[in-house]
């Protein structure tokens, strides 16, 4: 398949993808990928989903449980397609899910049991509510607990305890997505937030986003499978795609070698 009829399979599709091939792959204006990227609200994929959110400002009833049906997964689901931030509809669920889960110490909790907390959840929580930039003064003790969880090494644990490093691998990778989001909409605000995700960063280049340290072997191979949408899942290239939007500087240990 040649250059022209790929640009031309691409760009028959959906508004989510299209807005997207405009702004990456060709010479469109910032205009032509603006009026693409607000049809996502209003046709395909994106206006299915927006059509499916219930009176309450749910999806799926829920909040997390059913996770694939639920308000997250949903509003992550819509953020990845690049629904606009400030849409009337994502800023409701966005509601339902600070109300919902927010406690006291700047967490969310989904569960039944209020003191466990996931911090790859908090990470996702706090990038939604910063993507789709919903007004509320509790993003930012979101953020401060997140910093609060780091560890020296850059990294952050899914549940405290747990060092298994393809869970810690999922939780960090969430946590840097959440900090980067914050510090877009906050950047007058994000000096420890950027810190953080250079700290973040090291420790996902010193396993080179995917190896055992000692023995160059993946961590785990589902790292090396690339699948859409990501959700709270950890691959090597949604690591990269992570780097590639903050803009990390360039570094020899993002070079992919080749998987046998």
Not at 71 to 98: D, I
Not at 242 to 258: I, K, N, T, V
Request: aromatic letters at 12%.
């Amino acid at each position: 398949m040649d250059e022209a009829k790929v640009f031309a399979w691409l760009l028959d599709s959906d508004p989510s993808i299209r807005w997207q091939v405009l702004r990456d792959l060709t010479n469109a204006s910032e205009e032509e990928v603006a009026r693409e990227r607000a049809k996502i609200a209003i046709q395909g994929w994106g206006a299915r989903l927006l059509a499916c959110q219930d009176n309450s400002g749910r999806w799926g009833s829920e909040l997390y449980i059913h996770k694939w049906l639920s308000t997250t997964y949903t509003l992550l689901q819509l953020r990845q397609m690049g629904l606009e931030p400030g849409h009337p509809q994502a800023l409701r669920g966005c509601k339902e899910l600070l109300e919902g889960s927010y406690r006291p110490n700047g967490s969310v909790s989904f569960g039944k049991i209020p003191d466990k907390v996931d911090i790859a959840v908090v990470g996702m929580t706090l990038a939604l509510l910063a993507y789709f930039s919903y007004p509320d003064e509790r993003i930012h003790p979101l953020a401060t607990y997140l910093l609060a969880q780091q560890a020296s090494d850059g990294r952050w644990e899914p549940v405290a305890g747990n060092t298994q490093l393809k869970y810690t691998f999922a939780g960090t990778l969430c946590v840097l997505d959440g900090l980067h989001e914050y510090e877009k909409r906050f950047p007058g605000q994000a000096a420890y937030a950027i810190q953080a995700q250079k700290k973040g960063r090291e420790f996902l280049l010193e396993h080179r986003l995917y190896q055992d340290r000692q023995t160059g072997q993946p961590i785990d191979r589902k790292m090396l499978l690339f699948s859409f949408p990501p959700r709270w899942f950890y691959d090597a290239l949604t690591a990269l795609d992570y780097f590639r939007e903050c803009r990390a500087g360039r570094d020899d240990r993002l070079q992919m070698p080749s998987i046998g």
